[in-house]
């Protein structure tokens, strides 16, 4: 596993995967910072995002921040937060202020849908990409399914919120690796 050289190659990097990402970056963020930097293994990948979707606010700044304070302590969290933010935020108002003028044209709608199924697909590749580290999980394997489809039915059947259906298994997940991680 590599580091990052500086907190302006971790800057330029969440800005550059933050350009990539636009309408989610769990795919981008996955394949930078495990593929191509190294920064993280699969497994540590893995769980830094799992805590990154349980802090409030975009799983991605929250990860940022997680990773610029790793290697860099509070001055590594705010270049890559600045780096997550900065040239995104601009290109984002830039894009709006064009999607305004042409948001009733019927391609520009269709475009969007075209984008919509686009991202659900790259979701579900990295799922499947990340289902690696669950081999080195304390947990079996069946009861990690479990807690997943537990996840999926809250929230995709029965219409819960996130957060409602996230909390609970959450700590009953914490509890159940916690117990098996004691001596």
Known sequence: ????????ALFWAFTWLALQGFGGVLAVAQRVLVDERQWLTPEEFAE???AAQVLPGPNVVN??????????GWRGALCAFAGILALP??????????YAQFANLPAVAGSLQGM???AAGLVAATALKLAVAFKKHPLPLTLNL????AVFVGVAWWHQPLAW???PLAVLSYAL??????P
Do not use: D, H, N
């Open 1 to 8: 596993m590599k580091r990052p050289q500086s907190r302006s």
């Open 177 to 182: 690796t916690w117990r098996r991680l004691l």
């Open 116 to 118: 919509s199924a686009v």
């Open 63 to 72: 990860l940022s921040i997680m990773l610029g304070e790793r290697y860099f």
């Open 48 to 50: 830094e995002w799992a």
């Open 165 to 167: 259906v996230l909390l």
């Open 89 to 98: 935020t601009v290109v984002a108002v830039l894009l709006a202020s064009v």
């Open 146 to 149: 479990g807690l997943l489809t």
